[in-house]
Protein backbone atom coordinates (compact mmCIF):
# COMPACT_ATOMS: atom_id res chain seq x y z
CA UNK A 1 0.00 0.00 0.00
CA UNK A 2 1.44 3.68 -1.36
CA UNK A 3 2.11 5.44 1.81
CA UNK A 4 2.23 9.40 2.55
CA UNK A 5 3.92 11.26 5.37
CA UNK A 6 3.02 13.83 7.79
CA UNK A 7 5.54 15.52 9.93
CA UNK A 8 7.26 12.43 9.31
CA UNK A 9 4.82 9.91 10.21
CA UNK A 10 3.24 7.77 7.88
CA UNK A 11 -0.67 8.51 7.43
CA UNK A 12 -3.47 6.25 5.17
CA UNK A 13 -4.34 8.12 1.63
CA UNK A 14 -8.13 8.01 3.10
CA UNK A 15 -7.23 10.24 6.40
CA UNK A 16 -4.56 12.68 3.76
CA UNK A 17 -8.10 13.33 2.13
CA UNK A 18 -10.28 14.05 5.10
CA UNK A 19 -7.58 16.38 6.30
CA UNK A 20 -7.66 18.27 3.26
CA UNK A 21 -11.58 18.75 2.98
CA UNK A 22 -12.11 19.28 6.77
CA UNK A 23 -11.01 23.18 6.66
CA UNK A 24 -13.27 23.51 3.65
CA UNK A 25 -15.84 21.60 5.23
CA UNK A 26 -15.55 23.92 8.59
CA UNK A 27 -16.36 26.95 6.39
CA UNK A 28 -20.14 28.11 6.35
CA UNK A 29 -21.67 29.06 2.67
CA UNK A 30 -21.37 32.16 1.56
CA UNK A 31 -24.99 32.45 1.34
CA UNK A 32 -25.40 32.18 5.59
CA UNK A 33 -22.99 35.16 6.36
CA UNK A 34 -24.95 38.66 7.41
CA UNK A 35 -23.72 40.83 5.40
CA UNK A 36 -22.55 44.15 6.61
CA UNK A 37 -23.84 47.72 5.74
CA UNK A 38 -23.39 48.28 2.02
CA UNK A 39 -24.39 51.88 2.00
CA UNK A 40 -27.11 54.45 3.75
CA UNK A 41 -29.07 57.53 2.86
CA UNK A 42 -30.03 60.16 5.66
CA UNK A 43 -29.90 63.22 2.69
CA UNK A 44 -28.66 66.20 3.43
CA UNK A 45 -29.37 68.43 6.39
CA UNK A 46 -30.95 71.45 3.70
CA UNK A 47 -34.04 73.25 4.23
CA UNK A 48 -37.27 71.58 3.16
CA UNK A 49 -38.00 71.38 -0.78
CA UNK A 50 -40.18 69.99 -3.00
CA UNK A 51 -39.51 67.49 -4.76
CA UNK A 52 -36.88 66.24 -3.58
CA UNK A 53 -33.41 65.84 -6.09
CA UNK A 54 -30.34 64.21 -6.53
CA UNK A 55 -29.07 67.40 -5.03
CA UNK A 56 -30.39 66.34 -1.12
CA UNK A 57 -28.74 62.85 -1.48
CA UNK A 58 -25.76 62.52 1.17
CA UNK A 59 -24.52 59.62 -0.11
CA UNK A 60 -21.94 60.43 -3.14
CA UNK A 61 -22.00 56.70 -4.42
CA UNK A 62 -26.02 56.51 -4.94
CA UNK A 63 -28.36 58.03 -7.68
CA UNK A 64 -31.98 58.78 -6.93
CA UNK A 65 -35.21 57.72 -9.14
CA UNK A 66 -38.44 59.43 -8.68
CA UNK A 67 -41.59 57.43 -10.10
CA UNK A 68 -45.49 57.09 -10.81
CA UNK A 69 -47.58 60.16 -10.92
CA UNK A 70 -47.41 61.67 -7.75
CA UNK A 71 -43.50 61.71 -8.32
CA UNK A 72 -43.72 65.55 -8.40
CA UNK A 73 -45.46 66.00 -5.25
CA UNK A 74 -42.47 64.25 -3.27
CA UNK A 75 -41.12 66.52 -0.64
CA UNK A 76 -37.58 66.29 1.56
CA UNK A 77 -39.13 67.56 4.16
CA UNK A 78 -38.12 69.37 7.79
CA UNK A 79 -39.03 71.63 10.60
CA UNK A 80 -37.06 74.18 13.19
CA UNK A 81 -39.50 72.65 15.97
CA UNK A 82 -39.09 70.26 17.71
CA UNK A 83 -34.67 70.85 17.50
CA UNK A 84 -34.37 67.00 16.84
CA UNK A 85 -36.62 66.84 13.87
CA UNK A 86 -34.84 65.10 10.89
CA UNK A 87 -34.27 65.69 7.37
CA UNK A 88 -36.83 63.47 5.75
CA UNK A 89 -39.11 62.40 2.73
CA UNK A 90 -42.45 63.05 3.03
CA UNK A 91 -45.37 62.02 1.01
CA UNK A 92 -48.14 64.37 1.95
CA UNK A 93 -48.37 66.27 -0.79
CA UNK A 94 -47.82 63.81 -3.72
CA UNK A 95 -51.26 64.28 -5.75
CA UNK A 96 -51.17 60.29 -6.98
CA UNK A 97 -49.29 56.83 -6.20
CA UNK A 98 -45.78 57.45 -5.81
CA UNK A 99 -42.26 55.60 -5.27
CA UNK A 100 -38.59 56.44 -4.52
CA UNK A 101 -35.49 53.96 -5.44
CA UNK A 102 -32.05 54.41 -5.11
CA UNK A 103 -29.10 52.65 -7.16
CA UNK A 104 -26.00 52.20 -6.47
CA UNK A 105 -23.28 53.57 -8.97
CA UNK A 106 -21.03 50.70 -8.62
CA UNK A 107 -23.70 48.12 -10.24
CA UNK A 108 -26.29 45.88 -9.07
CA UNK A 109 -26.12 44.46 -5.44
CA UNK A 110 -27.29 40.96 -3.85
CA UNK A 111 -29.62 40.65 -1.46
CA UNK A 112 -29.75 37.04 -1.32
CA UNK A 113 -29.26 35.15 2.01
CA UNK A 114 -29.47 36.73 5.09
CA UNK A 115 -29.77 39.72 3.53
CA UNK A 116 -31.96 42.77 5.27
CA UNK A 117 -33.09 46.39 5.04
CA UNK A 118 -33.55 48.98 7.87
CA UNK A 119 -34.97 52.30 7.71
CA UNK A 120 -36.00 54.79 10.45
CA UNK A 121 -39.73 55.97 9.34
CA UNK A 122 -43.39 57.49 10.85
CA UNK A 123 -46.55 56.91 8.63
CA UNK A 124 -50.10 58.63 9.85
CA UNK A 125 -53.30 57.57 8.73
CA UNK A 126 -53.47 54.18 6.64
CA UNK A 127 -50.04 54.09 5.35
CA UNK A 128 -48.27 50.89 5.04
CA UNK A 129 -44.73 51.73 3.78
CA UNK A 130 -42.82 48.84 1.60
CA UNK A 131 -39.82 47.61 -0.13
CA UNK A 132 -39.33 47.80 -3.79
CA UNK A 133 -36.72 46.21 -5.63
CA UNK A 134 -36.20 46.27 -9.18
CA UNK A 135 -33.83 43.30 -10.42
CA UNK A 136 -31.27 43.33 -13.07
CA UNK A 137 -33.48 42.08 -15.83
CA UNK A 138 -35.70 45.26 -15.17
CA UNK A 139 -38.36 43.39 -12.75
CA UNK A 140 -39.96 45.99 -10.20
CA UNK A 141 -41.26 43.94 -6.95
CA UNK A 142 -43.37 45.12 -4.05
CA UNK A 143 -42.86 43.26 -0.41
CA UNK A 144 -45.43 41.67 1.31
CA UNK A 145 -44.40 43.20 4.89
CA UNK A 146 -44.63 46.75 5.54
CA UNK A 147 -44.27 48.99 8.39
CA UNK A 148 -47.42 50.08 9.67
CA UNK A 149 -48.37 54.03 11.26
CA UNK A 150 -46.84 54.90 14.56
CA UNK A 151 -47.14 58.28 16.78
CA UNK A 152 -43.63 58.90 16.56
CA UNK A 153 -40.32 57.99 14.73
CA UNK A 154 -39.03 54.56 14.56
CA UNK A 155 -36.86 52.05 13.49
CA UNK A 156 -37.59 48.88 11.33
CA UNK A 157 -36.20 46.17 10.04
CA UNK A 158 -36.74 43.68 6.89
CA UNK A 159 -34.87 40.03 6.33
CA UNK A 160 -35.67 39.88 2.46
CA UNK A 161 -35.92 35.56 2.95
CA UNK A 162 -38.51 36.13 4.21
CA UNK A 163 -41.03 38.61 2.82
CA UNK A 164 -42.88 37.22 -0.59
CA UNK A 165 -42.92 39.60 -3.84
CA UNK A 166 -45.36 40.60 -6.32
CA UNK A 167 -44.72 42.55 -9.27
CA UNK A 168 -44.71 46.42 -9.44
CA UNK A 169 -45.95 48.26 -12.16
CA UNK A 170 -44.01 51.10 -11.94
CA UNK A 171 -45.99 53.18 -13.85
CA UNK A 172 -48.91 53.80 -12.33
CA UNK A 173 -47.20 52.26 -9.12
CA UNK A 174 -49.62 49.55 -8.39
CA UNK A 175 -49.23 45.83 -7.93
CA UNK A 176 -49.89 43.01 -10.11
CA UNK A 177 -49.16 39.25 -9.43
CA UNK A 178 -47.48 37.13 -6.98
CA UNK A 179 -43.61 36.61 -8.24
CA UNK A 180 -42.30 32.79 -6.56
CA UNK A 181 -39.01 33.05 -5.01
CA UNK A 182 -37.10 35.28 -7.66
CA UNK A 183 -33.32 35.82 -7.48
CA UNK A 184 -31.96 38.60 -5.65
CA UNK A 185 -28.86 38.13 -6.50
CA UNK A 186 -28.57 41.13 -8.47
CA UNK A 187 -30.49 43.88 -7.59
CA UNK A 188 -30.73 47.43 -9.56
CA UNK A 189 -32.63 49.51 -7.17
CA UNK A 190 -33.50 49.57 -3.97
CA UNK A 191 -36.52 52.08 -2.93
CA UNK A 192 -39.88 52.42 -1.06
CA UNK A 193 -43.73 53.35 -1.78
CA UNK A 194 -47.16 53.31 0.21
CA UNK A 195 -48.83 52.84 -2.40
CA UNK A 196 -51.23 55.89 -1.97
CA UNK A 197 -51.72 59.43 -2.38
CA UNK A 198 -50.66 62.00 0.22
CA UNK A 199 -53.13 63.16 2.41
CA UNK A 200 -51.44 66.16 4.43
CA UNK A 201 -49.92 65.56 7.62
CA UNK A 202 -52.94 62.80 8.93
CA UNK A 203 -52.42 60.50 5.64
CA UNK A 204 -48.70 60.49 4.37
CA UNK A 205 -45.62 58.66 4.43
CA UNK A 206 -42.13 59.90 6.00
CA UNK A 207 -38.61 58.00 6.12
CA UNK A 208 -35.71 59.53 7.77
CA UNK A 209 -32.62 57.00 6.85
CA UNK A 210 -32.60 53.97 5.19
CA UNK A 211 -29.67 51.24 5.12
CA UNK A 212 -28.75 48.40 3.02
CA UNK A 213 -27.13 44.97 4.67
CA UNK A 214 -25.89 42.64 1.48
CA UNK A 215 -22.75 42.99 -0.96
CA UNK A 216 -22.08 44.12 -4.29
CA UNK A 217 -23.04 41.63 -6.96
CA UNK A 218 -20.00 39.95 -8.62
Given amino acids: MRRCYSNGVPVLPAVVLLLTI ?84 AGPVDLSGQARIRWRSKQAGFRLLRLILQLADGTWLIGDQFDPPSVDWREHEFILAGIRWRQLRIGPISESKWVEKPNLARVSEIGFTDLMPGGGSDACSRLDWIEVYGRLAQ
Fill in 22 to 105: LPLAAQPQQSYFRPSLLFREDWKETPAEKPVTAGHLANPNLILSLHGPGKTGIKKSHHDKPADDPFYIWSGEAPANWAVSLRHK
